[in-house]
Antibody, heavy 119, light 109 residues
Framework: EVQLVESGGGLVQPGGSLRLSCAAS????????MSWVRQAPGKGLEWVSVIYSGGSTYYADSVKGRFTISRHNSKNTLYLQMNSLRAEDTAVYYC?????????????WGQGTLVTVSS | EIVLTQSPATLSLSPGERATLSCRAS??????LAWYQQKPGQAPRLLIYDASNRATGIPARFSGSGSGTDFTLTISSLEPEDFAVYYC???????????FGQGTKLEIK
């Protein structure tokens, strides 16, 4: 079964750091485009970052320079290192796999992990 | 950056009725548009990809249409479990970016 399980969310002070993890099963993370998507409380979906199978990484302007996406191939796990966190980064963070052939849509998604940035 | 605009923001219908949700792109996305359903406390679920293809396990009452800049998600006869928020989404090749519409909340009338 193809599955994604996020972890690492929690409460962090403004300016702090947090690392999210997304453990995959049923497929190989390094062979796919993998993204992070977030959802602020009561708001819509916002794409955050993607790592291509070749290793290239891209970010939304709102997190560029503060967040870093990476993966650990032997652990089959995706990460999101979040630094210089702001109140507006408060959200549920989902990891998602890009569609296998075209990379144009997301399936499956993890269940999400909540990040709260507050003093 | 391509902007997706969904309408209406909220749609109030009764079970058994037909639902029509719209997504308009600020420039052509060809047929590269997806639709997701999200229920409270759950992750989004892929419904439709490439504008008109149902994802695995999605009931036939869900259908998608459109190309270019105008897209429609239709639910032919609403079931109680269909009341949720629906998002459209597209991918830009360069610069690499994914965009979501702001969502349409389908609520029970």
């Amino acid at each position: 079964e193809v599955q994604l399980v996020e972890s690492g969310g929690g409460l962090v002070q403004p300016g702090g750091s947090l690392r999210l993890s997304c453990a995959a099963s049923g497929f190989t993370v390094s062979s796919n485009y993998m993204s992070w998507v977030r959802q602020a409380p009561g708001k819509g979906l916002e794409w955050v970052s993607v790592i291509y199978s070749g290793g290239s990484t891209y970010y939304a302007d709102s997190v560029k320079g503060r967040f870093t996406i990476s993966r650990h191939n032997s652990k089959n796990t995706l990460y999101l290192q979040m630094n210089s966190l702001r109140a507006e980064d408060t959200a549920v963070y989902y990891c998602a796999r890009g569609s296998v052939a075209t990379h144009n849509w997301f399936d499956p998604w993890g269940q999400g992990t909540l990040v709260t940035v507050s003093s | 950056e391509i902007v997706l605009t969904q309408s209406p923001a909220t749609l109030s219908l009764s079970p058994g009725e037909r639902a029509t949700l719209s997504c308009r792109a600020s420039q052509s996305v060809s047929s590269y548009l997806a639709w997701y359903q999200q229920k409270p406390g759950q992750a989004p679920r892929l419904l439709i990809y490439d504008a008109s293809n149902r994802a695995t396990g999605i009931p036939a009452r869900f259908s998608g249409s459109g190309s270019g800049t105008d897209f429609t998600l239709t639910i032919s006869s609403l079931e109680p479990e269909d009341f949720a928020v629906y998002y459209c989404q597209q991918r830009s090749n360069w610069p690499p970016h994914y965009s979501f519409g702001q969502g349409t909340k389908l609520e029970i009338k």
